[in-house]
């Protein structure tokens, strides 16, 4: 998991309700990315952002919000709006150099549940 | 249309033994292809990078092979281990890269049984 954290681990949320997860990094990164992780999908990029108070949309951003106000932090916020949220989300960090990116190294991931 | 497709689904096989994953990809040009070891609800870890002249990459017990030709990548485990089992999952990243384009494989389950 390297210096990439993300909490909870696990997290439940009810019909209606926001919920935020956290992702923090200590590798200098400039680059943060959301995934989420479905049985049998590949990995599918939700947010990313490669240098602060900036990201973009992937390709299923629809029903999530991400903010990036320091370097170290990126956090997503599943809204109201993701009528099928419960997945395992996937952050992940790397070095961007313009035109160029190295390696991603990934949190742990927390897996959210929709009671 | 970009894809990176990966066999078998999954696999089981006796602690002890070899065995090797496929990755077939159609993304051209690419960068690079990448090998990812994921535990069981854990993030993936990297194992593997090989740029697109190279043709060979070991890491420990595992060796990964490319062949640009016929755009496919194989990722061999040998003296399997209990602790291999995972999901193994194959990411090739394009040329150009604006920076947000990764190509995820689905991945391969596997399983090392005494």
């Known amino acids: 998991d390297g210096g990439i954290t993300q909490s909870p681990k696990y997290l439940f949320r009810k019909e209606g309700q926001n919920v935020t997860l956290s992702c923090e990094q200590n590798l200098n990164h400039d680059a943060m990315y959301w995934y989420r992780q479905d049985p049998g999908q590949g990995l599918r990029l939700i947010y990313y952002s490669q240098i602060v108070n900036d990201f973009q949309k992937g390709d299923i951003a629809e029903g999530y919000s991400v903010s990036r106000e320091k370097k170290e932090s990126f956090p997503l916020t599943v809204t109201s709006a993701q009528k099928n949220p419960t997945a395992f989300y996937l952050c992940a960090s790397s070095i961007w150099l313009a035109g160029l990116t190295d390696t991603q190294y990934f949190g742990p991931g927390t897996r959210l549940t929709v009671l | 249309k970009n894809q990176v497709e990966q066999s078998p689904q999954s696999l089981i096989i006796l602690e002890g033994k070899n065995c090797t994953l496929q990755c077939n990809y159609t993304v051209s040009p690419f960068s690079n292809l990448r090998w990812y070891k994921q535990d069981t609800g854990r993030g993936p870890v990297s194992l593997t990078i090989m740029t697109f002249s190279e043709n060979t990459k070991s890491n420990g017990r595992y060796t990964a092979t490319l062949d640009a030709d016929t755009k496919q990548s194989s990722l061999h485990i040998t003296a399997s281990q209990l602790s291999d089992s995972a999901s193994y999952i194959c990411?090739?990243?394009?040329?150009?890269?604006?920076?947000?384009?990764?190509?995820f494989g689905t991945g391969t389950s596997l399983t090392v049984i005494p």
């Open positions: 990411v090739v990243i394009p040329l150009p890269n604006t920076g947000n384009q990764f190509y």
